[in-house]
């Protein structure tokens, strides 16, 4: 923990309800940043913003699906209106979709619903969140990918490929930003323990951790140290790039 890292900062974390949105979105406040949560749970979204207040911290939430363009931009407004000012972008909003489905199995709505959450919505929230990081000419966006996208887990076909395709847009677009104050990477972990794995069969899990050389699941406390330094300041030399946190299954 670094103490007033985040200080008179800005942060939006999408999926910030619970799992790694929500561990990041705690870490970035005790670290001095004013952090707004978005995501879809309300319940959830209410007690994981009331924990970060309770240390006399600075949070707030809105209920807003990523895939929605209109409320996605709005959302986005809304923030530059009460604070001024954008610094970070995490977005960890997705869904993991059908798993153990091969593809004949995979139903065309759910392919579709699956590249809608993870790689439109990937699109829309990071379009609406770098003019306000241009007009500071500071900004640092990080959109979680995942080791599926990397290497295409079996029985996942459109989770893998909407992180694949979030892989992509991180190169592309931390290249359009480059010459300027803003920085935009990705992170691509192995299997983190979170309510996301919870319908996951044991066997697919199984399956993801024996790959894993450390031989455990990732926690939400590692991977939230690990965005917490690209989101910083101090990481002003690297952007378009894919970050591992892997337990040593992506040596490449
Ligand atoms: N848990 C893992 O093993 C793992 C591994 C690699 C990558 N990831 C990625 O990390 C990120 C966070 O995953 P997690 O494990 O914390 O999952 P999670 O399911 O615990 O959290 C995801 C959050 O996103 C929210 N969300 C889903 N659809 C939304 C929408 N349309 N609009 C707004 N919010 C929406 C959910 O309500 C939930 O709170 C995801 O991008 C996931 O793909 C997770």
């Known amino acids: 923990m670094y103490e007033g890292r985040f200080a008179g900062q800005v942060a939006l974390v999408t999926g910030g309800a619970?799992?790694?949105?929500?561990?990041?979105?705690?870490?970035?406040?005790?670290?001095?940043?004013?952090?707004?949560?978005?995501?879809?749970?309300?319940?959830?979204?209410?007690?994981?913003?009331?924990?970060?207040?309770?240390?006399?911290?600075?949070a707030s939430y809105e209920v807003i699906d990523i895939t929605d363009k209109v409320a996605v931009a709005k959302g986005i407004?809304?923030?530059?209106?009460?604070?001024?000012?954008?610094?970070?972008?995490?977005?960890?909003?997705?869904?993991?979709?059908?798993?153990?489905?091969?593809?004949?199995?995979?139903?065309?709505?759910?392919?579709?619903?699956?590249?809608?959450?993870?790689?439109?919505?990937?699109?829309?929230?990071?379009?609406?969140?770098?003019?306000?990081?241009?007009?500071?000419?500071?900004?640092?966006?990080l959109l979680i990918a995942s080791i599926g996208g990397k290497e295409g887990n079996p029985g996942m076909a459109g989770y893998a490929a909407s992180k694949s395709g979030v892989l992509g847009l991180v190169k592309a677009i931390g290249k359009e930003y480059a010459h300027t104050g803003i920085t935009i990477n990705g992170l691509a972990p192995?299997?983190?323990?979170?309510?996301?794995?919870?319908?996951?069969?044991?066997?697919?899990?199984e399956y993801m951790t024996d790959k894993i050389p450390m031989g455990r699941l990732g926690t939400v406390e590692e991977v939230a140290s690990m965005a917490c330094w690209i989101l910083s300041k101090e990481a002003s030399f690297n952007t378009g790039f894919n970050f591992d946190l892997s337990g040593g299954r992506a040596t490449y």
């Open 77 to 141: 407004d809304h923030i530059i209106k009460h604070h001024d000012r954008l610094d970070v972008m995490v977005h960890c909003a997705a869904i993991s979709g059908p798993t153990s489905t091969n593809i004949v199995d995979y139903s065309a709505e759910d392919f579709r619903h699956l590249l809608d959450v993870n790689l439109y919505g990937s699109f829309l929230v990071t379009k609406y969140a770098i003019p306000p990081m241009l007009d500071k000419d500071y900004g640092r966006i």
């Open 18 to 58: 619970r799992g790694i949105g929500a561990a990041i979105g705690q870490r970035l406040a005790k670290e001095g940043a004013q952090v707004i949560l978005w995501d879809v749970l309300e319940s959830t979204l209410v007690k994981t913003t009331e924990e970060i207040r309770k240390h006399n911290l600075h």
């Open 190 to 205: 192995a299997v983190i323990s979170t309510p996301m794995n919870l319908d996951t069969h044991p066997d697919m899990l």
